[in-house]
């Protein structure tokens, strides 16, 4: 079992940044891929971006490559989402996820992974 605690969301205008965190408990996070997903008031759950279960590998989606990048420090169990660049269209609640590995595969569909933070609210105004 593997809880997942995400923080770092808020309010930011157009063009600012936030850096979202996620804590995850256990001692075999090295095991478990991670990703970000967001969801936004009426729309489906969507891919951000994942990182391999030892950090050599991403994947992130095309509409947040280049603005946002994702980081792992397994001494602090723990996944980061540096967003940069954000816009009102970034608008959502942030989930971090887990998933358990033994490649270095970075998943990207809501079904592939095992486990789900509660998520962290970020607002970008115009």
């Known amino acids: 079992q593997v809880q997942l605690v995400e923080s770092g969301g808020g309010l930011v205008q157009t063009g600012g940044s936030l850096r979202l965190s996620c804590a995850a408990s256990g001692r075999t996070f090295s095991s478990y891929a991670m990703g970000w997903f967001r969801q936004a008031p009426g729309k489906d759950r969507e891919f951000v971006v994942a990182i391999s279960r030892r950090g050599g590998n991403t994947y992130y989606a095309d509409s947040v490559r280049g603005r946002f990048t994702i980081s792992r420090d397994s001494a602090k169990n723990t996944v980061y989402l540096q967003m940069n660049s954000l816009k009102p269209e970034d608008t959502a609640v942030y989930y971090c996820?887990?998933?358990?590995?033994?490649?270095?595969?970075?998943?990207?569909?809501?079904?592939?992974?095992?486990?789900w933070g509660r998520g962290t609210q970020v607002t970008v105004s115009s």
């Open positions: 996820a887990a998933k358990r590995s033994v490649t270095t595969t970075t998943p990207r569909a809501v079904r592939e992974y095992d486990y």
